[in-house]
């Protein structure tokens, strides 16, 4: 009689066994049916396990890929004006484009007789020195956040202030986009550009840049930049 018993526990036993693996498998199916229709498609086809991985995958957070995304889409919109014609159009860029704007100031700011060309003076003097590096006063802190510099600058002497050097050699820009513009009385962007992008890395994503004249309106640097990066 005793041993009758032994056999029907034990047999109660395999069945409430049984049905707790049972629910566990509908469990593992009830979170991977939560899952988007393709992964769940996907699930099927490779068996429990592959279930088992897009659970995993699900609990992970969604929402950090974004951030990087919009972290590496930022815009800096960086320009140097002795006399506040770059500035104008470096402002309009920043509210076109939304973005961050930096001035390069540099440490010692340029006298009226430090900017009268052809007296020998001061720009004239730095134009003349390829190697001159004006420095800058303060600095962009979180460089590494922006992938697109926009960068303005005056011609003085058929090329940008060495100010611009030092700027572009106090970065690592590497597998940025930089898009120059500068402002002049009369020259066109020539190679000023070309020597900037040189001073560069090779992963440098350096885009055509364009002169502007004094007096450009908003409209206009809109045109512009929708052509260049808007695009
Ligand atoms: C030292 C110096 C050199 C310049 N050289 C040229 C030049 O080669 N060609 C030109 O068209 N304008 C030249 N300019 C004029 C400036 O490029 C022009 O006025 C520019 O728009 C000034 O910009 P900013 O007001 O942002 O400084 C020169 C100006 C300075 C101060």
């Known amino acids: ?9 034990s047999f109660a036993l395999v069945f409430i066994m049984a049905g707790c693996g049972n629910h566990k498998a509908e469990g593992a199916q009830e ?27 699900a609990s992970e957070p969604v929402s950090e890929p974004e951030q990087e ?17 770059t500035e104008s159009l470096a402002e309009y860029a920043a509210e076109i484009l939304n973005a961050d704007i930096y001035e390069i100031v540099p440490e010692n700011p340029y006298t009226e007789a430090d900017l009268a060309y052809y007296t020998n003076g001061r720009a004239d003097q730095e134009q003349n020195d390829l190697n001159a590096r004006p420095a800058i006063s303060g600095s962009v802190e979180n460089m590494e956040e922006y992938s697109t510099i926009v960068l303005g600058y005056p011609i003085w002497h058929g090329q940008a202030p060495r100010i611009i050097s030092t700027f572009l050699e106090s970065y690592d820009f590497s597998g ?49 930049l929708e052509g260049a990066i808007l695009k």
């Open 1 to 9: 009689m005793k041993k009758s018993i032994y056999v029907l526990l």
């Open 31 to 57: 979170s991977a049916s939560m899952q988007p229709e393709a992964q769940s498609e996907q699930a099927a086809d490779n068996g429990e396990e592959s279930s088992e991985i897009e659970s995993q995958e």
């Open 69 to 85: 995304t919009d972290m590496e889409q930022k815009t800096l919109v960086v320009y140097f004006s002795a006399t506040g014609t």
């Open 176 to 224: 940025k986009t930089i898009l120059p513009f500068c402002t002049s009385h009369s020259s066109g962007i020539g190679s000023s550009a070309d020597n900037l992008h040189e001073l560069c890395p090779d992963s440098v994503k350096w885009l055509e840049g364009r002169r502007f004249e004094a007096g450009t309106t908003k409209e206009a640097m809109e045109n512009w």
